[in-house]
């Protein structure tokens, strides 16, 4: 990759952060990342070639990272919490007018992005059958079940209501995620 090539993918990046996906144009990137349109050409079919590009390596990016939290050597108790940590940092980058645009942007892209959900779904069920063979998970669970609640609440990560009810995505996947290995009674280590 060549340092202006790098310099638009991080540029493009940072706007579809602050504005989504649609409100961008390649002359708004090529402004501020003071690179000419002919260089934007040069390395890009259209923006349309850019935007895939830069989703699918933050997806493959989080998925490895994601790999490697739930395949490590910590108790599970830490890789929840790590889980967790992941989980922000991967909304980090996506923020909501990025994720409201994904999904009416471009059809291969909302197919890319489920592959890597059900990807990631793989990982969760080994992730808690190891749990469950440890004693950290119960042994009743059912995973058909588990996983299809996992699944609705991945996709809900797209609705428009989250607003309403979360001040961030951070908010929600903290709410999530507390759910999801605490279920709706009080925790035992709440005092």
């Known amino acids: 990759m060549t340092p202006k090539q790098k310099k638009l993918i991080e540029t493009a990046l940072k706007l579809f952060q602050e504005k989504g996906l649609k409100s961008v144009t390649v002359e708004e990137i090529c402004r501020t990342a003071d690179v000419s349109k002919m260089t934007f050409y040069?390395?890009?079919?259209?923006?349309?070639?850019?935007?895939?590009?830069i989703i699918k390596k933050l997806y493959d990016d989080a998925i490895d990272e994601g790999k490697s939290v739930l395949r490590s050597?910590?108790?599970?108790?830490?890789?929840?919490?790590?889980?967790?940590?992941w989980k922000i940092k991967m909304?980090?980058?996506?923020?909501?007018?990025?994720?409201?645009?994904?999904?009416?942007?471009?059809?291969?892209?909302?197919?890319?992005?489920?592959q890597k959900s059900s990807e990631s779904l793989l990982l969760f069920k080994d992730f808690i059958r190891d749990g469950q063979e440890e004693g950290?998970?119960?042994?009743?669970?059912?995973?058909?079940?588990?996983?299809?609640?996992?699944?609705?609440?991945?996709?809900?990560?797209?609705?428009?209501?989250?607003?309403?009810?979360?001040?961030?995505?951070?908010?929600?996947?903290?709410?999530?995620?507390?759910?999801?290995?605490?279920?709706?009674?009080?925790?035992?280590?709440?005092?």
């Open 73 to 85: 050597s910590k108790p599970h108790r830490q890789r929840v919490a790590d889980l967790l940590e």
């Open 91 to 114: 909304l980090d980058q996506q923020t909501p007018p990025m994720l409201l645009d994904i999904k009416d942007y471009d059809p291969s892209l909302e197919k890319f992005i489920k």
């Open 42 to 53: 040069k390395h890009f079919r259209n923006k349309k070639d850019l935007v895939l590009q």
């Open 136 to 191: 950290v998970f119960r042994k009743n669970l059912n995973m058909g079940f588990l996983l299809h609640i996992f699944q609705i609440l991945s996709n809900s990560f797209f609705s428009e209501n989250l607003e309403q009810y979360f001040e961030s995505y951070e908010d929600y996947i903290r709410e999530y995620l507390d759910f999801l290995f605490y279920g709706l009674t009080e925790r035992e280590d709440k005092a």
